[in-house]
């Protein structure tokens, strides 16, 4: 079996960060979400992956290179624009051959992995599978909805009035069968190759489609909000460790990571808190579910359920709650007293608030 990670798009939902970084490469737990993705696509026994790239491939390659360090060989495959998931198995033709693979979006969190689905797959090998997970509101999502052995009768794309509360969330098991299905659909009405649609044209003539229920944590980062669910999330596994150097004014509470090369001095950290390697903390409250990347700088500062990426600067800036700080962005003191501030501040910005 093959994989096909998806990690082009434009993340509009992201804006300003995917103005100047992909949204796949925003840290969760002080690592990107693609990096978690890849993970658990190997923790499933894949190591062939095709990834679908667009504008930001370069920032990718950066980061991941060839795949080597996360046990995985990446070939990278460029998307000259979002066309829809089923136009992405159309340019990975030649690289998937006439393999099975798993397609996996890039930007979302499973973090107790598919591996009983995918063996499920294995077995039973259907044309296709799909992996459903059930929602409060399914009119935002594909919606499939079911027979009495988990057959897939129909896929419906953002119901109006669904019959189902089971959402697809962008984890797809595939025979060589789809590539069939995606040349014979044309694009829908927003000029895009749905994959729901050449599900569908699976289902509709007469192939073995079917569904498994995902029942573990599940989260779509193309938020801020729900990047920072996700942070929460993972720092709740957080172990313990000190590799870094913590002075004797420094008080830790609770599962606090301190990378090595990290300074923490005259500061109060309540975990699960991670220290990028690099990172200088100092006089700083850094509470609850906060995440410091690499070479950060913190002063005089109070920050909890926050997510502050490589090189940024905070100093002075009384109480930060609930904030996205984007790379090498600098937040001062301004001249005025305030109690509470929340920023979503993107890469290389420099932002002065009241002390």
């Given at each position: ?65 060839d795949g080597g360090r996360l046990g995985v060989r990446l070939t990278y495959l460029r998307q ?128 073995d489609v079917r569904a498994r229920e995902y029942r573990g944590y599940w989260k779509d980062t ?113 001249d005025r007293g305030s109690a509470h501030h929340r920023l979503i501040v993107g890469d290389h ?7």
């Amino acid at each position: 079996m093959k994989a096909l990670v998806l990690a082009g798009g434009t993340g509009t939902r992201l804006r300003p960060f995917s103005y100047s970084m992909p949204k796949q490469l925003i840290p969760v737990a002080n690592r990107p979400v693609l990096e978690h993705v890849l993970e658990s696509v190997r923790d499933l026994g894949v190591t062939e992956i095709g990834l679908i790239v667009g504008d930001h491939e370069p920032q990718i390659a950066a980061v991941l290179g060839d795949g080597g360090r996360l046990g995985v060989r990446l070939t990278y495959l460029r998307q000259d624009a979002p066309r829809g998931l089923a136009h992405t198995v159309a340019i990975a033709r030649d690289f998937l051959g006439d393999d099975d693979f798993v397609m996996y979006l890039g930007d979302n969190m499973l973090p107790e992995g598919v591996a009983d689905i995918a063996a499920d797959f294995r077995t039973g090998r259907p044309a296709a599978q799909v992996v459903v997970h059930r929602v409060a509101d399914p009119r935002a999502f594909g919606v499939a909805e079911l027979g009495p052995d988990g057959e897939v009768l129909r896929l419906v794309e953002k119901p109006a009035e669904p019959r189902s509360d089971l959402a697809l969330i962008g984890v797809y098991f595939f025979t060589p069968a789809i590539h069939e299905a995606v040349a014979a659909i044309r694009p829908s009405a927003r000029g895009e190759l749905e994959i729901t649609d050449a599900i569908q044209w699976l289902v509709e003539s007469g192939s073995d489609v079917r569904a498994r229920e995902y029942r573990g944590y599940w989260k779509d980062t193309g938020r801020v909000e729900d990047v920072l669910a996700c942070n929460r999330r993972l720092l709740d596994d957080l172990r313990h460790e000190i590799a870094g150097e913590v002075d004797e004014a420094t008080e830790l509470i609770g599962p606090v990571v301190v990378e090595a090369g990290a300074k923490v001095t005259a500061s109060l950290i309540e975990g699960p808190a991670i220290i990028g390697a690099g990172t200088v903390v100092d006089a700083a409250h850094i509470g609850p579910y906060t995440s410091l990347g690499r070479d950060c700088l913190l002063h005089a500062t109070h920050v909890d359920d926050s997510i502050i990426l490589d090189g940024a600067e905070v100093s002075g800036a009384g109480r930060l709650n609930a904030s996205l700080i984007g790379r090498a962005a600098t937040v001062n003191s301004g001249d005025r007293g305030s109690a509470h501030h929340r920023l979503i501040v993107g890469d290389h910005t420099h932002v002065e608030v009241a002390a």
